[in-house]
């Protein structure tokens, strides 16, 4: 398939694969790599790299072999699970070929962890209304 790169997209969602102009790439892979950098940022509430190049320097740590320095940078900010790093780093590998597939990502542990009960959820987004409604009254 060849790259139709939309402008409502930020470089930072697209694979590698999507930033060459001349490459023909897996569109599934592509859109793991992009599911990927949503997860981050739903995580981190921050991307985590500005584009998947090796000159940027933030995705230059995620592509080393030894991710230590990339997410020293990000968890001194937000707690990441190994699960999530782990999902997430598959999600963004490089390669596509070695990326994670779809079949994986649903048989993997961060998926397949506990949930909080429906219960405990309706509870935690009422509390949570009652102090949004506390600040727009103040």
């Known amino acids: 398939i060849r790259r139709q790169r939309q402008m409502c997209i930020r470089d930072s969602h697209y694979s590698t ?19 990927g950098v949503t997860l981050f940022l739903m995580l981190t509430k921050s991307p985590p790299f500005r584009a998947a190049h ?4 933030y995705f230059r740590r995620l592509s080393a072999a030894d991710k230590k320095a990339f997410w020293k940078i990000f968890c001194a900010q937000t707690e990441v699970s190994d699960y999530a790093r782990d999902i997430f780093e598959k999600m963004t590998d490089k390669d596509p070929k070695s990326r994670i597939t779809i079949t994986d990502i649903k048989q993997h542990p961060w998926l397949k962890g ?3 009960d429906e219960h405990t959820l309706a509870q935690d987004l009422d509390l949570r209304s009652q102090i949004i409604q506390k600040l727009l009254q103040e």
């Open 17 to 35: 694969q999507v930033l060459d102009d001349d490459y023909y790439y897996d569109s599934a892979k592509a859109d793991i790599f992009s599911a």
């Open 54 to 57: 090796q000159r940027d320097p």
């Open 114 to 116: 506990d949930l909080v």
